[in-house]
């Protein structure tokens, strides 16, 4: 029973738990954040907030290459640390200055904390076994 309770009948893989969470992290950030900038990018809207005084189109750019380039680095596993660096950064910008570090009220910071945890977990672990950087 309590080999039941502490799931020890699933095997550890922390190699397998990397790729799971590049999978994750990237795709999610790519495909609902960075897909419909560039989309906007495209149409030509290129309305964003000048967060960091470099102006609106630098830093839709900055996002776009953030959430996209460096996203589906991560997803692949190809760079893997400075993606995830690059990534920290961007999403710490949307945490610290855009929603001011709140993790509660309406217009929280949550899921930007979230990413900015994902981004150090695979700064410091790397991209594990499954990924280019290893071939």
């Not at 799971?20 to 495209?42: A, M, P, Q, T, Y």
């Not at 030509?44 to 830093?59: A, K, L, N, Q, W």
């Not at 949550?110 to 280019?132: N, R």
Request: proline fraction near 4%; include cysteine.
């Amino acid at each position: 029973m309590q080999k039941f309770l502490r799931l020890e009948f699933i095997p550890a893989n922390s190699d397998l738990g990397l790729l799971l969470l590049r999978l994750v992290f990237g795709g999610s950030l790519l495909w609902l954040h960075g897909w419909g900038k560039l989309l906007n990018l495209i149409n030509d809207r290129t309305s964003f907030p000048d967060v960091i005084g470099i102006g609106h189109v630098p830093t839709l750019l900055l996002a776009i290459f953030a959430e996209v380039v460096c996203s589906a680095l991560v997803i692949v596993g190809a760079f893997t640390r400075m993606a995830a660096v690059i990534i920290g950064v961007n999403v710490s910008v949307a945490f610290f200055i855009v929603h001011r570090a709140r993790l509660t009220g309406p217009t929280n910071g949550e899921l930007p904390f979230l990413y900015l945890a994902g981004a150090v977990v695979l700064l410091v672990a790397g991209a594990g076994k499954y990924s280019i950087d290893k071939k």
